[in-house]
């Protein structure tokens, strides 16, 4: 049996030429390595509903989850793998508030490469900083 696969929804979040990104915090896994909001769709959800769950959750907005943008499947050297999908979410109520992440940064999407993500989304952050996708 091949490691436990987890399935994860994130968040595109989206202002003009900027996206929403979240920094681990140092007690955490993969510490200090960026990431987009949102985490585990749990039994029972759809991806979208775990996804405005989790944005609640973490960054206390309410999210309009827009379309799916892309998905990936990745298995870390570690062990483990996750399935990625990633929603645009272009509209919200609420303040975006830091609630679990290290750090909080409205990005250029043309910057993204400079910033250390995950090793599941550096394809994806090529994308983006190459204007596609979004």
Known sequence: MGPALRFVAAA???RGSEVLIGQRRPDQ??????EFPGG????????????ARELLEEIG???MVGPRITRIRHNYRHGGAVDLQFFAV???????QNRIYHELRWV???DLPTYDFLAADRGLIRDLAAGKLL
């Open 61 to 63: 907005i309410r999210a």
């Open 40 to 51: 585990k769709i749990e039994a029972g959800e759809s991806p979208e509903q775990a996804l």
């Open 29 to 34: 896994p993969m510490a200090l390595q960026w």
């Open 90 to 96: 272009n509209h919200f109520t609420g303040e975006i």
């Open 108 to 110: 250029r999407l043309e």
């Open 12 to 14: 595109l979040i989206v």
